[in-house]
């Protein structure tokens, strides 16, 4: 019987990089940049408190960037890329933005991202964020599928569930207690090692909705 060939969809932060936004915080020591889609489910309140927290300190992109320059990769996460992209197609899907992500790319060797966009001003200061549509994640499996491709789709946080839920395999990576307990209908991997057999078991007996 014929198979259909299979794409891997992986978030970004918490999958392959740290969370950007952490990092920032440490950096200024603004504690609120702390918050996640770990913590906060909607993405979009959690986003505004962002901008309104850089206002009210004067942050620029410029700023924000080189903070972004000096994160690194997650222990294993290039390792487990490659290995990847040698057994399928590997599609990142992020709710970052391509002003933020470049230099994690490269770190990367540039797999293919799908992630949103900046409205900077004069100023190098960001005035707003744009979506490339709203639960894009889940429409981009959506999409692959219309195409005829089966989706393994890993994420961490609340903005990756309905992506999860889309796939032909969602697997939670080391999510937090919270998402663990809420969405204890997906697989969870703590571990690359852990995440390459999973993939590998759907690959060599394939999994049907």
């Known amino acids: 019987m014929h198979r259909k060939p299979v794409i891997l969809a992986l978030d970004l932060e918490g999958v392959l990089v740290p969370e950007i936004w952490i990092a920032v915080s440490e950096h200024t020591n ?3 940049l702390r918050l996640t889609t770990r913590d906060v489910a909607d993405y979009g309140v959690l986003m505004k408190r962002r901008l ?3 206002r ?3 942050l620029t992109l410029k700023d924000i960037q080189g ?6 990769p997650l222990s294993g996460a290039a390792a487990f890329l490659q290995r990847a992209r040698s057994m399928l197609q590997v599609i990142v899907l ?9 230099p994690l790319m490269k770190k990367l060797k540039y797999p293919t991202l799908f992630c949103n966009s900046l409205q900077i001003d ?10 490339r549509q709203k639960d894009g994640k889940r429409k981009a499996v959506l999409a692959f599928q219309r195409l005829d491709f089966e989706v393994i789709s890993v ?3 609340y903005n990756d569930t309905t992506m999860l839920a889309a796939s032909e395999m969602g697997i939670l990576f080391r999510p937090p207690d919270t998402v663990k307990r809420e969405f204890s209908q997906f697989s969870v991997c703590t571990d690359y090692a852990q995440l390459t057999a999973h993939i590998e078991e ?5 999994r049907k909705k």
Do not use: C, P
């Open 67 to 72: 903070v972004i320059k000096e994160v690194e």
């Open 202 to 206: 759907y690959l060599q007996k394939g």
């Open 52 to 54: 309104a927290v850089l």
């Open 30 to 32: 603004i504690a609120e």
């Open 122 to 131: 004069e100023g190098g200061r960001i005035g707003d964020y744009h979506l």
């Open 155 to 157: 994420g961490d946080s």
């Open 56 to 58: 009210a300190h004067h």
């Open 94 to 102: 992020s709710d970052t933005f391509y002003e933020f992500a470049k």
